[in-house]
Protein backbone atom coordinates (compact mmCIF):
# COMPACT_ATOMS: atom_id res chain seq x y z
CA UNK A 1 0.00 0.00 0.00
CA UNK A 2 1.19 3.41 -0.69
CA UNK A 3 0.69 6.31 1.18
CA UNK A 4 -0.46 9.63 -0.42
CA UNK A 5 1.12 12.97 -0.14
CA UNK A 6 2.14 14.01 3.96
CA UNK A 7 -1.31 15.36 5.38
CA UNK A 8 0.25 18.86 7.21
CA UNK A 9 -1.63 21.81 8.50
CA UNK A 10 -1.99 24.31 6.54
CA UNK A 11 -0.35 26.51 8.63
CA UNK A 12 2.67 24.41 8.65
CA UNK A 13 3.13 25.29 4.84
CA UNK A 14 2.38 28.49 5.45
CA UNK A 15 4.95 28.42 7.55
CA UNK A 16 7.86 26.81 5.31
CA UNK A 17 6.88 29.42 2.57
CA UNK A 18 7.83 32.22 4.69
CA UNK A 19 10.70 31.02 6.14
CA UNK A 20 12.05 30.20 2.33
CA UNK A 21 11.30 33.65 1.21
CA UNK A 22 13.39 35.04 3.93
CA UNK A 23 16.15 32.71 3.60
CA UNK A 24 15.97 33.63 -0.38
CA UNK A 25 15.93 37.44 0.06
CA UNK A 26 18.52 37.30 3.07
CA UNK A 27 21.07 34.92 0.08
CA UNK A 28 19.84 37.94 -2.30
CA UNK A 29 21.40 40.68 0.02
CA UNK A 30 24.73 38.85 1.05
CA UNK A 31 24.95 38.19 -2.48
CA UNK A 32 24.21 41.65 -3.75
CA UNK A 33 26.87 43.39 -0.88
CA UNK A 34 29.45 40.82 -1.51
CA UNK A 35 29.15 40.93 -5.26
CA UNK A 36 29.37 45.12 -5.06
CA UNK A 37 32.58 44.44 -2.20
CA UNK A 38 34.29 42.37 -4.94
CA UNK A 39 33.78 44.88 -7.43
CA UNK A 40 34.98 47.81 -5.55
CA UNK A 41 38.00 46.36 -4.31
CA UNK A 42 38.54 45.04 -7.90
CA UNK A 43 37.52 48.68 -9.36
CA UNK A 44 39.57 50.35 -6.26
CA UNK A 45 42.40 49.16 -7.86
CA UNK A 46 42.05 49.35 -10.90
CA UNK A 47 41.40 53.25 -10.46
CA UNK A 48 44.55 54.07 -8.47
CA UNK A 49 46.82 52.53 -11.35
CA UNK A 50 44.46 54.61 -14.02
CA UNK A 51 45.12 57.39 -11.72
CA UNK A 52 48.74 57.04 -11.95
CA UNK A 53 48.90 56.69 -15.35
CA UNK A 54 47.10 60.13 -16.24
CA UNK A 55 49.12 61.42 -13.56
CA UNK A 56 52.50 60.59 -15.42
CA UNK A 57 50.84 61.47 -18.69
CA UNK A 58 50.02 64.91 -17.41
CA UNK A 59 53.27 65.86 -15.70
CA UNK A 60 55.77 64.31 -18.07
CA UNK A 61 55.53 67.41 -20.87
CA UNK A 62 55.35 69.85 -17.87
CA UNK A 63 58.88 71.17 -17.52
CA UNK A 64 58.84 71.55 -22.09
CA UNK A 65 57.83 75.04 -21.72
CA UNK A 66 60.27 76.23 -18.64
CA UNK A 67 62.87 74.86 -21.22
CA UNK A 68 61.90 76.85 -23.73
CA UNK A 69 61.64 79.53 -21.86
CA UNK A 70 65.42 79.54 -21.24
CA UNK A 71 66.41 80.20 -24.62
CA UNK A 72 68.38 83.51 -25.48
CA UNK A 73 66.59 83.43 -28.79
CA UNK A 74 62.86 83.08 -27.27
CA UNK A 75 63.32 85.75 -25.16
CA UNK A 76 64.99 88.36 -28.11
CA UNK A 77 62.11 87.26 -30.52
CA UNK A 78 59.65 88.49 -27.87
CA UNK A 79 61.53 91.79 -27.10
CA UNK A 80 62.10 92.68 -31.13
CA UNK A 81 60.32 90.38 -33.17
CA UNK A 82 61.96 89.66 -36.78
CA UNK A 83 62.18 87.56 -39.33
CA UNK A 84 65.05 85.74 -38.76
CA UNK A 85 64.37 85.42 -34.80
CA UNK A 86 61.59 83.78 -35.91
CA UNK A 87 62.63 81.57 -38.41
CA UNK A 88 65.40 80.30 -35.73
CA UNK A 89 63.08 80.05 -32.69
CA UNK A 90 60.50 78.18 -34.84
CA UNK A 91 63.53 75.70 -36.00
CA UNK A 92 64.39 75.24 -32.30
CA UNK A 93 61.13 74.59 -30.91
CA UNK A 94 60.95 72.13 -33.87
CA UNK A 95 63.87 69.97 -32.39
CA UNK A 96 62.53 70.62 -29.15
CA UNK A 97 59.58 68.70 -30.08
CA UNK A 98 60.64 66.12 -31.99
CA UNK A 99 62.90 65.38 -29.29
CA UNK A 100 60.62 65.05 -26.33
CA UNK A 101 57.57 63.50 -28.75
CA UNK A 102 55.40 66.01 -27.57
CA UNK A 103 51.86 67.25 -30.04
CA UNK A 104 53.40 70.96 -30.94
CA UNK A 105 55.27 73.31 -28.46
CA UNK A 106 54.72 77.43 -29.34
CA UNK A 107 55.48 80.76 -28.06
CA UNK A 108 53.08 83.58 -27.61
CA UNK A 109 53.05 87.20 -26.96
CA UNK A 110 51.41 89.27 -24.01
CA UNK A 111 48.58 89.36 -26.11
CA UNK A 112 48.16 85.70 -27.16
CA UNK A 113 49.86 86.15 -30.58
CA UNK A 114 51.76 82.91 -31.96
CA UNK A 115 55.06 84.45 -32.75
CA UNK A 116 57.06 81.13 -33.38
CA UNK A 117 56.11 77.41 -33.24
CA UNK A 118 57.27 73.69 -33.85
CA UNK A 119 54.70 73.41 -36.50
CA UNK A 120 55.59 76.32 -38.15
CA UNK A 121 56.39 74.70 -41.60
CA UNK A 122 52.92 72.54 -41.39
CA UNK A 123 49.36 73.19 -43.08
CA UNK A 124 48.52 73.42 -39.53
CA UNK A 125 50.56 76.27 -38.60
CA UNK A 126 49.88 78.09 -35.16
CA UNK A 127 52.40 81.04 -36.14
CA UNK A 128 50.05 84.11 -36.65
CA UNK A 129 47.39 82.84 -34.86
CA UNK A 130 45.58 84.71 -31.87
CA UNK A 131 45.36 82.47 -28.74
CA UNK A 132 44.25 85.28 -26.42
CA UNK A 133 40.70 83.46 -25.70
CA UNK A 134 42.74 80.57 -24.13
CA UNK A 135 42.19 80.44 -20.21
CA UNK A 136 46.05 79.11 -20.62
CA UNK A 137 47.13 82.47 -21.70
CA UNK A 138 46.01 84.74 -18.79
CA UNK A 139 46.34 81.90 -16.11
CA UNK A 140 50.89 81.68 -17.43
CA UNK A 141 50.61 85.63 -17.23
CA UNK A 142 48.86 85.84 -14.01
CA UNK A 143 50.43 83.16 -11.57
CA UNK A 144 53.35 82.08 -13.84
CA UNK A 145 51.71 78.44 -14.93
CA UNK A 146 48.58 77.19 -16.33
CA UNK A 147 46.60 74.00 -17.30
CA UNK A 148 43.97 73.63 -20.08
CA UNK A 149 42.29 70.49 -21.48
CA UNK A 150 40.45 71.12 -25.13
CA UNK A 151 40.23 71.05 -28.93
CA UNK A 152 42.62 72.90 -31.13
CA UNK A 153 40.95 75.00 -32.98
CA UNK A 154 43.07 74.87 -36.10
CA UNK A 155 44.04 71.07 -35.86
CA UNK A 156 40.80 69.98 -34.43
CA UNK A 157 42.93 67.55 -32.53
CA UNK A 158 41.83 67.08 -28.68
CA UNK A 159 44.88 67.36 -26.06
CA UNK A 160 46.41 68.77 -22.76
CA UNK A 161 48.27 72.36 -23.01
CA UNK A 162 50.88 73.24 -20.31
CA UNK A 163 51.36 77.04 -20.07
CA UNK A 164 54.66 79.06 -18.94
CA UNK A 165 55.29 82.82 -18.18
CA UNK A 166 58.70 83.62 -20.12
CA UNK A 167 60.07 86.71 -17.96
CA UNK A 168 62.64 88.92 -18.47
CA UNK A 169 64.23 91.31 -15.90
CA UNK A 170 61.41 90.40 -13.88
CA UNK A 171 58.75 91.22 -16.10
CA UNK A 172 56.47 88.67 -17.95
CA UNK A 173 57.36 89.40 -21.91
CA UNK A 174 55.67 86.01 -23.17
CA UNK A 175 54.09 82.51 -22.49
CA UNK A 176 55.53 79.52 -23.68
CA UNK A 177 53.07 76.67 -24.41
CA UNK A 178 53.19 72.63 -24.85
CA UNK A 179 50.24 71.03 -25.92
CA UNK A 180 50.38 66.87 -25.39
CA UNK A 181 48.20 64.22 -26.75
CA UNK A 182 46.56 61.65 -24.01
CA UNK A 183 45.42 59.48 -26.28
CA UNK A 184 47.58 57.00 -25.23
CA UNK A 185 46.23 57.08 -22.16
CA UNK A 186 42.62 55.83 -23.00
CA UNK A 187 43.99 53.31 -25.95
CA UNK A 188 45.60 52.31 -22.29
CA UNK A 189 42.40 51.93 -20.38
CA UNK A 190 40.15 50.34 -23.77
CA UNK A 191 40.57 46.90 -22.59
CA UNK A 192 37.88 45.28 -21.03
CA UNK A 193 34.07 45.46 -20.85
CA UNK A 194 34.49 48.27 -18.16
CA UNK A 195 34.07 52.37 -19.31
CA UNK A 196 36.93 54.49 -17.64
CA UNK A 197 36.15 58.58 -17.51
CA UNK A 198 37.62 61.37 -17.20
CA UNK A 199 35.13 64.79 -16.85
CA UNK A 200 35.69 67.73 -16.26
CA UNK A 201 33.82 70.34 -13.91
CA UNK A 202 31.56 71.51 -15.93
CA UNK A 203 30.45 67.60 -16.63
CA UNK A 204 31.81 66.88 -19.93
CA UNK A 205 33.53 63.80 -20.59
CA UNK A 206 36.56 64.51 -22.48
CA UNK A 207 38.60 60.90 -21.67
CA UNK A 208 37.02 57.47 -22.19
CA UNK A 209 38.35 53.96 -22.86
CA UNK A 210 35.55 53.80 -25.33
CA UNK A 211 35.42 56.20 -28.13
CA UNK A 212 31.29 56.14 -27.97
CA UNK A 213 31.31 58.20 -24.36
CA UNK A 214 33.81 60.78 -25.32
CA UNK A 215 32.63 64.48 -25.00
CA UNK A 216 29.40 63.95 -23.67
CA UNK A 217 27.73 65.25 -20.95
CA UNK A 218 27.79 63.24 -17.48
CA UNK A 219 25.10 65.71 -16.30
CA UNK A 220 22.74 68.75 -17.30
CA UNK A 221 25.03 71.43 -18.60
CA UNK A 222 24.59 74.60 -16.74
CA UNK A 223 24.36 77.96 -18.65
CA UNK A 224 27.12 79.32 -17.23
CA UNK A 225 29.31 76.58 -17.79
CA UNK A 226 28.39 76.58 -21.42
CA UNK A 227 29.41 80.02 -21.51
CA UNK A 228 32.68 79.70 -19.98
CA UNK A 229 33.44 76.53 -22.67
CA UNK A 230 32.17 78.78 -25.90
CA UNK A 231 34.37 81.76 -24.49
CA UNK A 232 36.93 79.50 -24.83
CA UNK A 233 36.43 77.46 -27.59
CA UNK A 234 37.16 74.63 -25.27
CA UNK A 235 35.51 71.61 -27.59
CA UNK A 236 35.19 73.83 -30.98
CA UNK A 237 33.44 71.62 -33.60
CA UNK A 238 31.82 68.98 -30.90
CA UNK A 239 28.21 68.85 -29.96
CA UNK A 240 28.18 68.10 -26.15
CA UNK A 241 25.02 65.22 -26.15
CA UNK A 242 24.01 64.24 -23.01
CA UNK A 243 24.37 61.04 -21.52
CA UNK A 244 21.45 58.86 -20.02
CA UNK A 245 22.38 58.49 -16.77
CA UNK A 246 20.03 56.87 -14.42
CA UNK A 247 20.62 56.05 -10.52
CA UNK A 248 19.18 53.18 -9.54
CA UNK A 249 20.49 52.71 -5.80
CA UNK A 250 22.10 54.89 -3.12
CA UNK A 251 25.52 54.86 -2.41
CA UNK A 252 26.57 51.99 -1.12
CA UNK A 253 30.41 52.55 0.31
CA UNK A 254 30.88 55.55 -1.73
CA UNK A 255 29.76 54.01 -5.06
CA UNK A 256 26.21 53.94 -6.68
CA UNK A 257 24.56 51.59 -9.12
CA UNK A 258 23.48 53.47 -12.77
CA UNK A 259 22.06 52.58 -15.88
CA UNK A 260 23.98 54.62 -18.15
CA UNK A 261 25.22 54.70 -21.99
CA UNK A 262 25.48 56.53 -24.61
CA UNK A 263 22.17 55.02 -26.65
CA UNK A 264 19.40 54.10 -25.94
CA UNK A 265 19.90 50.61 -24.32
CA UNK A 266 21.86 51.72 -20.79
CA UNK A 267 23.57 49.54 -19.14
CA UNK A 268 23.86 48.50 -15.47
CA UNK A 269 27.48 49.69 -14.09
CA UNK A 270 28.89 50.54 -10.19
CA UNK A 271 30.06 54.00 -10.07
CA UNK A 272 33.30 54.53 -8.59
CA UNK A 273 34.69 57.97 -8.67
CA UNK A 274 38.69 58.88 -8.03
CA UNK A 275 40.56 61.77 -7.35
CA UNK A 276 43.07 62.96 -10.34
CA UNK A 277 45.66 65.44 -10.45
CA UNK A 278 43.54 68.31 -11.69
CA UNK A 279 41.23 69.46 -8.54
CA UNK A 280 38.24 69.86 -10.77
CA UNK A 281 38.67 66.71 -12.56
CA UNK A 282 36.78 63.52 -11.54
CA UNK A 283 38.28 60.12 -13.04
CA UNK A 284 35.26 57.51 -12.92
CA UNK A 285 35.12 53.66 -13.35
CA UNK A 286 31.98 52.49 -14.24
CA UNK A 287 31.82 48.54 -13.72
CA UNK A 288 29.92 45.97 -15.35
CA UNK A 289 27.00 44.90 -13.43
CA UNK A 290 26.78 41.96 -14.87
CA UNK A 291 29.32 39.27 -12.77
CA UNK A 292 27.29 40.80 -9.65
CA UNK A 293 23.90 39.97 -11.12
CA UNK A 294 25.38 36.30 -12.11
CA UNK A 295 26.81 35.83 -8.27
CA UNK A 296 23.07 37.17 -7.01
CA UNK A 297 21.14 34.48 -9.77
CA UNK A 298 24.01 31.53 -8.58
CA UNK A 299 23.08 32.32 -5.18
CA UNK A 300 19.30 32.12 -5.36
CA UNK A 301 19.88 29.28 -7.12
CA UNK A 302 21.84 27.37 -4.60
CA UNK A 303 19.87 28.48 -1.59
CA UNK A 304 16.45 27.38 -3.26
CA UNK A 305 18.41 24.10 -3.88
CA UNK A 306 19.88 23.97 -0.19
CA UNK A 307 15.81 24.65 1.00
CA UNK A 308 14.46 22.09 -1.46
CA UNK A 309 16.72 19.18 0.53
CA UNK A 310 16.08 20.44 3.61
CA UNK A 311 12.33 20.55 2.84
CA UNK A 312 12.32 17.52 1.25
CA UNK A 313 14.56 16.25 4.79
CA UNK A 314 11.93 17.51 6.52
CA UNK A 315 9.16 15.38 4.59
CA UNK A 316 11.19 12.35 4.33
CA UNK A 317 11.29 12.30 8.32
CA UNK A 318 7.96 13.12 8.19
CA UNK A 319 6.86 10.17 6.01
CA UNK A 320 8.92 7.61 8.02
CA UNK A 321 7.29 8.42 10.87
CA UNK A 322 3.42 7.85 8.84
CA UNK A 323 5.10 5.12 7.20
CA UNK A 324 6.04 3.22 10.88
CA UNK A 325 2.55 4.24 12.12
CA UNK A 326 1.20 2.71 9.26
CA UNK A 327 3.47 -0.18 8.80
CA UNK A 328 5.46 -2.32 6.70
CA UNK A 329 2.70 -1.47 3.82
CA UNK A 330 4.69 2.29 3.26
CA UNK A 331 7.91 0.83 2.71
CA UNK A 332 8.03 0.74 -0.68
CA UNK A 333 7.27 4.76 -1.16
CA UNK A 334 9.74 5.47 1.72
CA UNK A 335 12.22 3.44 -0.82
CA UNK A 336 11.41 6.07 -3.77
CA UNK A 337 11.44 8.78 -1.56
CA UNK A 338 15.12 7.45 0.02
CA UNK A 339 16.30 7.31 -4.09
CA UNK A 340 15.38 10.37 -4.86
CA UNK A 341 17.25 12.21 -2.06
CA UNK A 342 20.30 10.31 -3.20
CA UNK A 343 19.96 11.45 -6.40
CA UNK A 344 19.50 15.45 -5.32
CA UNK A 345 22.67 14.70 -3.18
CA UNK A 346 24.35 13.27 -6.19
CA UNK A 347 23.44 16.83 -8.08
CA UNK A 348 24.44 19.05 -5.52
CA UNK A 349 27.86 17.08 -4.96
CA UNK A 350 28.59 17.70 -8.43
CA UNK A 351 27.91 21.51 -8.27
CA UNK A 352 30.30 21.46 -5.26
CA UNK A 353 32.71 19.74 -7.46
CA UNK A 354 31.70 22.58 -9.98
CA UNK A 355 32.44 25.27 -7.37
CA UNK A 356 35.59 24.06 -6.01
CA UNK A 357 37.11 24.68 -9.16
CA UNK A 358 35.64 27.92 -9.89
CA UNK A 359 37.51 29.03 -6.77
CA UNK A 360 41.36 26.97 -7.66
CA UNK A 361 40.18 29.14 -11.09
CA UNK A 362 39.60 32.48 -9.20
CA UNK A 363 43.17 31.76 -6.71
CA UNK A 364 45.28 31.50 -9.96
CA UNK A 365 43.38 34.90 -11.22
CA UNK A 366 44.37 36.55 -7.95
CA UNK A 367 48.24 35.10 -8.46
CA UNK A 368 48.36 37.03 -11.85
CA UNK A 369 46.94 40.07 -10.43
CA UNK A 370 49.51 39.80 -8.18
CA UNK A 371 52.10 39.51 -10.73
CA UNK A 372 50.96 42.63 -12.20
CA UNK A 373 50.97 44.39 -8.92
CA UNK A 374 54.30 44.08 -8.64
CA UNK A 375 54.72 45.09 -11.61
CA UNK A 376 53.08 48.11 -11.33
CA UNK A 377 55.44 48.80 -8.03
CA UNK A 378 58.52 48.54 -9.88
CA UNK A 379 57.43 50.78 -12.90
CA UNK A 380 55.97 53.45 -9.64
CA UNK A 381 59.66 53.09 -8.47
CA UNK A 382 60.92 54.07 -11.63
CA UNK A 383 58.61 56.87 -12.03
CA UNK A 384 60.20 58.12 -8.55
CA UNK A 385 63.51 58.61 -10.18
CA UNK A 386 62.17 60.36 -13.55
CA UNK A 387 60.53 62.96 -10.97
CA UNK A 388 63.47 63.89 -9.03
CA UNK A 389 64.98 64.01 -12.30
CA UNK A 390 62.29 66.25 -13.88
CA UNK A 391 63.24 68.69 -10.85
CA UNK A 392 66.90 68.90 -10.96
CA UNK A 393 66.66 69.29 -14.90
CA UNK A 394 66.97 72.75 -14.79
CA UNK A 395 70.04 73.15 -12.77
CA UNK A 396 71.54 69.72 -14.68
CA UNK A 397 70.56 71.74 -18.21
CA UNK A 398 72.91 74.60 -16.83
CA UNK A 399 75.68 72.29 -15.52
CA UNK A 400 76.04 71.47 -18.89
CA UNK A 401 75.46 74.74 -20.38
CA UNK A 402 78.73 76.31 -19.26
CA UNK A 403 81.18 73.49 -20.32
CA UNK A 404 79.39 73.72 -23.80
CA UNK A 405 79.97 77.38 -23.85
CA UNK A 406 83.35 77.08 -22.43
CA UNK A 407 84.11 74.66 -25.45
CA UNK A 408 82.64 76.34 -28.33
CA UNK A 409 84.44 79.52 -26.65
CA UNK A 410 88.27 77.50 -26.41
CA UNK A 411 87.77 75.85 -30.15
CA UNK A 412 87.27 78.93 -31.97
CA UNK A 413 90.10 80.47 -29.94
CA UNK A 414 91.88 77.26 -30.97
CA UNK A 415 91.25 77.97 -34.74
CA UNK A 416 92.36 81.23 -34.23
CA UNK A 417 95.80 80.12 -32.33
CA UNK A 418 96.26 77.67 -35.26
CA UNK A 419 96.46 80.29 -37.82
CA UNK A 420 98.72 82.25 -36.11
CA UNK A 421 100.96 79.19 -35.54
CA UNK A 422 100.70 79.13 -31.90
CA UNK A 423 100.80 75.61 -30.94
CA UNK A 424 101.60 75.87 -27.35
CA UNK A 425 98.64 77.99 -26.41
CA UNK A 426 96.77 75.37 -29.00
CA UNK A 427 97.71 72.48 -27.15
CA UNK A 428 96.37 74.35 -23.69
CA UNK A 429 93.03 74.90 -24.90
CA UNK A 430 92.85 71.25 -26.58
CA UNK A 431 93.96 70.17 -23.14
CA UNK A 432 91.10 72.29 -21.31
CA UNK A 433 88.77 71.34 -23.90
CA UNK A 434 89.48 67.04 -22.71
CA UNK A 435 89.10 68.13 -18.85
CA UNK A 436 85.47 69.68 -19.85
CA UNK A 437 84.33 66.75 -21.83
CA UNK A 438 85.39 64.62 -18.87
CA UNK A 439 83.21 66.75 -16.64
CA UNK A 440 80.02 66.16 -18.87
CA UNK A 441 80.40 62.79 -19.36
CA UNK A 442 80.76 62.41 -15.33
CA UNK A 443 77.65 64.44 -14.95
CA UNK A 444 75.54 62.43 -18.34
CA UNK A 445 77.16 59.40 -16.63
CA UNK A 446 75.57 59.71 -13.05
CA UNK A 447 72.14 60.80 -14.60
CA UNK A 448 72.52 57.54 -16.88
CA UNK A 449 73.14 55.38 -13.86
CA UNK A 450 70.34 57.61 -11.52
CA UNK A 451 67.90 56.65 -14.27
CA UNK A 452 68.38 53.19 -15.40
CA UNK A 453 65.51 50.72 -14.67
CA UNK A 454 67.00 47.35 -13.27
CA UNK A 455 65.17 44.78 -10.98
CA UNK A 456 66.24 44.11 -7.59
CA UNK A 457 69.56 43.46 -7.05
CA UNK A 458 71.34 42.92 -3.33
CA UNK A 459 75.13 43.36 -3.18
CA UNK A 460 77.66 45.14 -1.01
CA UNK A 461 77.05 48.97 -1.10
CA UNK A 462 79.47 51.87 0.18
CA UNK A 463 77.46 54.18 1.39
CA UNK A 464 80.42 56.70 1.30
CA UNK A 465 80.35 56.40 -2.53
CA UNK A 466 76.11 56.60 -2.42
CA UNK A 467 76.25 59.85 -0.84
CA UNK A 468 78.80 61.09 -3.55
CA UNK A 469 76.83 60.56 -5.99
CA UNK A 470 73.83 61.90 -4.12
CA UNK A 471 76.19 64.68 -3.81
CA UNK A 472 76.91 65.17 -7.61
CA UNK A 473 73.32 64.62 -8.95
CA UNK A 474 71.91 67.79 -6.11
CA UNK A 475 75.15 69.71 -6.25
CA UNK A 476 73.78 72.58 -8.66
CA UNK A 477 70.80 72.65 -6.32
CA UNK A 478 72.67 73.12 -2.86
CA UNK A 479 74.81 75.58 -4.48
CA UNK A 480 72.29 77.65 -5.55
CA UNK A 481 70.04 77.69 -2.67
CA UNK A 482 73.08 78.40 -0.56
CA UNK A 483 72.65 74.77 1.65
CA UNK A 484 75.22 74.32 4.28
CA UNK A 485 76.31 70.75 3.78
CA UNK A 486 77.99 68.06 6.69
CA UNK A 487 78.69 64.83 6.41
CA UNK A 488 79.75 62.84 9.38
CA UNK A 489 80.98 59.42 8.02
CA UNK A 490 83.23 57.19 9.97
CA UNK A 491 86.94 56.89 8.13
CA UNK A 492 86.42 53.73 7.63
CA UNK A 493 84.10 53.03 4.97
CA UNK A 494 80.72 51.43 5.89
CA UNK A 495 79.38 48.80 3.41
CA UNK A 496 75.99 47.65 3.97
CA UNK A 497 73.32 44.96 1.83
CA UNK A 498 71.38 47.11 -0.97
CA UNK A 499 70.57 47.75 -4.13
CA UNK A 500 73.13 50.72 -5.00
CA UNK A 501 70.66 51.91 -7.85
CA UNK A 502 67.83 51.81 -5.48
CA UNK A 503 69.42 53.52 -2.46
CA UNK A 504 70.90 56.42 -4.20
CA UNK A 505 66.71 56.71 -5.20
CA UNK A 506 66.13 57.09 -1.61
CA UNK A 507 68.94 58.98 -0.50
CA UNK A 508 67.61 61.72 -3.35
CA UNK A 509 64.05 61.43 -2.27
CA UNK A 510 65.02 62.23 1.19
CA UNK A 511 68.31 65.28 0.55
CA UNK A 512 65.74 66.65 -1.92
CA UNK A 513 62.44 66.70 0.67
CA UNK A 514 65.01 68.06 3.27
CA UNK A 515 65.80 70.64 0.65
CA UNK A 516 62.08 71.22 -0.03
CA UNK A 517 61.91 71.90 3.61
CA UNK A 518 63.92 74.54 4.10
CA UNK A 519 62.98 76.72 1.54
CA UNK A 520 60.74 79.16 3.54
CA UNK A 521 63.24 79.65 6.45
CA UNK A 522 66.98 81.51 6.46
CA UNK A 523 69.03 79.28 8.48
CA UNK A 524 69.96 75.83 6.29
CA UNK A 525 71.62 73.32 7.34
CA UNK A 526 71.42 69.86 6.01
CA UNK A 527 73.74 67.23 7.80
CA UNK A 528 74.00 63.86 6.95
CA UNK A 529 75.29 61.15 9.88
CA UNK A 530 76.42 57.82 9.58
CA UNK A 531 76.74 55.25 12.14
CA UNK A 532 76.94 51.61 12.84
CA UNK A 533 75.38 49.88 15.74
CA UNK A 534 76.35 46.19 15.69
CA UNK A 535 75.63 44.22 12.98
CA UNK A 536 73.55 47.54 11.83
CA UNK A 537 74.49 51.22 10.36
CA UNK A 538 72.06 54.18 10.02
CA UNK A 539 72.05 56.67 7.83
CA UNK A 540 70.16 59.95 8.93
CA UNK A 541 69.44 63.06 6.99
CA UNK A 542 68.85 66.06 8.91
CA UNK A 543 66.88 69.55 8.10
CA UNK A 544 66.73 72.63 10.13
CA UNK A 545 63.09 73.21 8.22
CA UNK A 546 59.61 73.60 9.95
CA UNK A 547 59.65 69.56 10.79
CA UNK A 548 56.65 67.04 10.51
CA UNK A 549 53.13 68.56 11.50
CA UNK A 550 51.91 66.56 13.96
CA UNK A 551 48.66 65.78 12.10
CA UNK A 552 50.45 64.75 8.84
CA UNK A 553 52.84 62.26 10.61
CA UNK A 554 50.32 59.45 10.51
CA UNK A 555 50.07 59.20 7.06
CA UNK A 556 53.62 60.39 6.05
CA UNK A 557 54.29 57.14 4.10
CA UNK A 558 50.87 56.81 2.61
CA UNK A 559 51.09 56.61 -1.16
CA UNK A 560 49.10 59.76 -2.80
CA UNK A 561 49.57 61.94 -0.03
CA UNK A 562 51.58 65.06 0.21
CA UNK A 563 51.75 68.12 2.02
CA UNK A 564 52.98 70.21 -1.47
CA UNK A 565 51.11 72.32 -3.46
CA UNK A 566 49.35 70.69 -6.38
CA UNK A 567 51.79 70.14 -8.95
CA UNK A 568 54.72 69.64 -6.97
CA UNK A 569 54.45 66.13 -6.52
CA UNK A 570 52.83 62.95 -6.61
CA UNK A 571 52.75 61.67 -2.82
CA UNK A 572 54.84 58.64 -3.88
CA UNK A 573 58.37 59.74 -2.99
CA UNK A 574 57.98 58.83 0.80
CA UNK A 575 55.48 55.58 -0.11
CA UNK A 576 58.66 54.28 -2.84
CA UNK A 577 61.25 54.79 -0.32
CA UNK A 578 59.96 52.92 2.27
CA UNK A 579 59.13 50.07 0.14
CA UNK A 580 62.66 49.76 -1.03
CA UNK A 581 64.00 50.04 2.16
CA UNK A 582 61.79 47.47 3.02
CA UNK A 583 62.86 45.05 0.35
CA UNK A 584 66.79 45.70 1.95
CA UNK A 585 64.97 44.35 5.09
CA UNK A 586 65.60 47.43 6.38
CA UNK A 587 63.93 50.03 8.04
CA UNK A 588 62.51 54.15 7.53
CA UNK A 589 61.55 56.12 10.32
CA UNK A 590 60.82 60.10 10.53
CA UNK A 591 61.22 62.05 13.87
CA UNK A 592 61.14 65.56 14.58
CA UNK A 593 64.62 67.23 16.40
CA UNK A 594 64.22 69.11 19.37
CA UNK A 595 66.20 71.73 18.18
CA UNK A 596 63.90 72.41 15.22
CA UNK A 597 63.70 70.74 11.43
CA UNK A 598 62.95 66.96 10.52
CA UNK A 599 64.99 63.84 10.53
CA UNK A 600 64.80 60.82 8.57
CA UNK A 601 66.52 57.95 9.32
CA UNK A 602 67.54 54.71 7.24
CA UNK A 603 68.17 51.68 9.11
CA UNK A 604 70.43 48.54 7.15
CA UNK A 605 72.14 45.61 7.79
CA UNK A 606 75.96 46.12 7.85
CA UNK A 607 77.38 43.70 4.95
CA UNK A 608 80.60 42.75 6.90
CA UNK A 609 82.72 39.98 5.33
CA UNK A 610 81.73 36.78 7.30
CA UNK A 611 78.25 37.89 5.19
CA UNK A 612 80.42 36.83 1.72
CA UNK A 613 78.78 33.49 0.79
Known amino acids: MLLGPPRLPLWAWAAMLCAAIVAVGVAWAVAQRIGIERLHDTGTHKLDLYAASLDSALGKYEYLPAVAALRDEVVAL ?21 DAHSAVLYVLDRRGHTLASSNWNEEASFVGMDLGYRPYVRDAQDHGAGRFYGIGTTSGKPGFYHSQAIRDQGEVIGVAVVKVSLDHVENAWSDGSDVALVVDASGVVFLASDPDWKFKTYEPLLPAAAAAIESSRQYAGVQLT ?206 KAFARKSPLQLCRVSVRRALGNVQALLERRLRD ?107 LVAANRPEGGAEFTIELALARETHDA
Open 78 to 98: LRNPGPKLEHAVNVYLSEVNA
Open 242 to 447: PLRIAVQSPPIDGARIVAAGPDESPSRYLELVHATPEPTWRLMLLMDYAPVGALIRNTVAFTTIALAFVILLFLFVYQRRRAIQVGLAAQEALQQAYDELERKVAERTADLVATNAQLNREIAERERAELVLREAQDALIHAGKMAVLGQMSAGITHELNQPLAALRTLSDNARVLLTTNRTDDVQNNLTLISQLTDRMGKITGQL
Open 481 to 587: EQIVLTQDVPADDVTVWADANRLEQVLVNLVVNALDSMRVVSLRHLDIVVRERGDRASITVRDTGPGIAKEVRPRLFEPFFTTKEPGAGLGLGLAISSGIIGEFSGS
